[in-house]
């Protein structure tokens, strides 16, 4: 159970004590401050109960225990740790006994000091010696010091057993509590970014027939909210960490897919993201010129590494594109645009006379999914240059035109059942043929002017196809899209490019399919999602695995995923927008409705949505069809 509010995390098990094993403490910046607190009440451990999350950073763990001699079977005291992310947990005792109580109290306590990356490791050093500080305890060690005061301050404070004692005065029927509170020495308490009224995004809510709808809306925003980070050197520009715990730090490929599919909630969180990437943009001379640089990613076992660095790159262009349809400000768009220009005039240096645009190191293969975000940036970012009234979309738009052309010949594979995309070709043109949740993103194109949607890279028949594909047993797990079919050679359930379901992945299949007019594919995607998000209490994880789902099923944790993730927080959001197929133009002062027509979670309202920096409400009813209910002033409904 992972409370997040970054920079700070609490890390621990269903039981609620942490015991020092694994991952389990309170962090800060990366650093663990306390490792163990464990509780004892009249020298025996509660007996867990009961474990919940409260909000993205905070849990509520309940126990229960005999303090009463001849008291029977039934406990007559309940334990209560309401445990935050900002290092402080507060132990509430109830009594249901029939005469005043004496209780001992005693919390143990401990810590390394240890390094988030070493401890995932195994490297992490023994406790470290104890001191007893103010009302608490105190370690320090040469890289910083941690301490945890409690109020009411304690009878006993033992520095060699890491103990603080009490007795506590319960009377009948009645509650006391303590405090503790873990803090980095010089280091104020943390207060998420979210949970201030400087939060980017709107607080949209979900209604309707299917009343999974609401939490997974309500708990994606929170978690969206836990994960903000700020630009340390320009604190108004926020940004999304990609994940908890193992990724705390910026991805700019995560941060930009992320900030995209949030745009319906604002675009005060593109707009931060954007301006925060753009001052790490590549300059000079060089083939990397123009590069928003990111690390190498797995790619699994067909393919080698992929340079997200390409991919947040051809990110930006289009999210500043759509966020400019969704009602970015025109100054703010004019200030990101030569950011934008630089990533178009990288892409057409890098594929020079060439098609395709290549891996950036030598020998590298042609991937699929590289050609689809290549594709979008070149079209989005045409129709961006030509609205801001700025050279070279013309040269992007026939570029565009000759990669459709090329792709669909050398990119399908024909077969008798069909045919399928590649998911790569390699440095001498064979195609590597195994069919992944990569090729979802051939079906996202990205949103034009007028609530159009920019051309794909398939024609209408290889579309189908892909859509029947990606809607069969292979693919569709019942829980959501597995990243390697079933059959392919190297699939794995766990793998993490290979077999696993990424919630990402199967919203934007999910979206692309209802947009080229699958519905019986994209709402059989839809429904298995947001069962597995049932399953995870609404907290959907990066991915899971991709066994099949049976009657009586749940789906398994990845227990290498990120929980909560930025880009499967913001598919929560993704999902039931799809369903009101909402398309703005906010600079034509239009948006057009292209609703799920088989509504295949009965009716759905949302409210509180952004368009144009306004409410956005809309309701799409059981038979599909879908109507306006709130809007800013003079946002006509498109055809």
């Excluded at 849990?59 to 900002?86: K, M, Q």
């Excluded at 401890?119 to 010696?129: F, H």
């Excluded at 029947?468 to 990243?483: I, K, N, Q, V």
């Excluded at 994209?522 to 298995?528: F, T, V, Y």
Aim: hydrophobic letters at 40%; charged letters at 20%; proline letters at 8%.
């Amino acid at each position: 159970m992972i409370c997040v509010a970054l920079p700070a995390l609490a890390i621990s098990t269903d039981q609620g004590q942490m015991t020092g094993q694994g991952l389990e403490g309170f962090y800060r910046s990366g650093r663990r401050l306390l490792s163990r607190c464990r509780l004892r009440v009249s020298g025996r451990e509660p007996l867990a109960v009961q474990a919940r999350m409260i909000t993205a950073d905070s849990a509520r763990f309940v126990g229960a225990l005999r303090a009463s001699p001849h008291s029977g079977p039934d406990p007559d005291v309940v334990v209560e740790r309401i445990r935050r992310a900002d290092g402080t947990e507060r132990i509430t005792l109830h009594s249901a006994a029939l005469r005043p109580l004496r209780v001992p109290v005693e919390v143990a306590l401990g810590t390394d000091m240890a390094e988030l990356g070493a401890i995932a490791s195994g490297a992490a050093g023994p406790e470290l010696p104890a001191s007893v500080y103010d009302s608490g305890l105190r370690w320090s060690c040469p890289t910083g010091t941690s301490s945890v005061t409690a109020d009411p301050t304690p009878m006993d404070a033992l520095a060699s057993a890491g103990l603080l004692r009490w007795e506590l005065e319960l009377p009948p029927g009645g509650s006391t509590s303590v405090e503790l509170r873990v803090r980095a020495d010089g280091a104020g308490p943390v207060r998420a970014l979210g949970r201030t009224a400087t939060s980017p995004l709107a607080s949209a809510q979900a209604s309707g027939d299917d009343s999974r709808l609401q939490p997974l809306l309500r708990t994606s925003v929170e978690d969206l909210n836990a994960l903000l980070l700020r630009d340390p050197a320009h604190p108004a520009d926020m940004h999304l960490a990609a994940g908890a715990p193992w990724r705390c730090g910026p991805a700019p490929a995560d941060a930009l897919a992320a900030a995209r599919m949030t745009l319906p909630l604002g675009t005060r969180l593109a707009a931060g993201t954007l301006r925060t990437l753009a001052r790490t943009q590549l300059q000079g001379a060089g083939p990397q010129s123009g590069m928003i640089p990111g690390p190498r990613r797995d790619a699994g076992t067909h393919l080698p590494p992929a340079c997200t660095g390409t991919e947040a790159t051809l990110l930006f262009p289009a999210l500043l594109a759509e966020a400019r349809r969704w009602g970015l400000p025109d100054s703010e768009t004019e200030e990101l645009l030569p950011t934008a220009e630089r990533c178009l005039t990288w892409l057409r240096t890098t594929v020079g006379d060439n098609t395709y645009l290549c891996d950036p190191h030598p020998g590298g293969p042609v991937r699929c999914e590289t050609q689809a975000h290549a594709h979008r940036a070149a079209l989005l970012g045409a129709d961006l240059l030509d609205a801001c009234g700025r050279p070279g979309a013309a040269e992007l738009r026939q570029w565009a035109k000759a990669l459709r052309t090329a792709f669909g010949e050398d990119f399908w594979i024909d077969d008798l059942s069909g045919g399928r995309p590649a998911a790569a070709r390699a440095p001498d043109g064979t195609p590597v043929p195994h069919l992944g949740a990569a090729s979802v993103h051939l079906l996202d194109t990205g949103l034009l002017g007028e609530g159009e949607l920019a051309p794909g890279l398939l024609g209408k028949v290889q579309t189908e196809q892909l859509a029947r594909l990606l809607g069969g047993p292979a693919m569709d797990t019942g829980w959501g899209l597995r990243g390697l079919a079933v059959k392919e050679v190297g699939y794995n359930p766990f793998g993490h490019r290979t077999g696993a379901v990424r919630v990402h992945e199967t919203a934007i299949a999910v979206a692309g399919l209802a947009a080229a007019g699958y519905e019986k594919e994209a709402s059989s995607l839809l429904r298995g999602a947001l069962a597995a998000a049932e399953s995870f209490g609404y907290r959907l994880p990066e991915m899971y695995a991709g066994e099949q789902r049976t009657d009586g099923s749940a789906p398994l944790p990845h227990p290498a995923a990120c929980r909560p993730a930025a880009t499967a927080a913001a598919a929560g959001v993704l999902l039931p927008v799809t369903l009101a197929g909402i398309r703005p133009d906010a600079p034509a002062r239009t948006v057009t409705l292209r609703p799920v027509h088989r509504a295949p979670l009965g009716e759905i309202v949302l409210t509180g949505l952004r368009i144009a920096g306004a409410p956005f409400s809309v309701r799409v009813g059981r038979l599909g069809l879908a109507m306006v209910e709130e809007a800013a002033d003079g946002l006509q409904l498109g055809v």
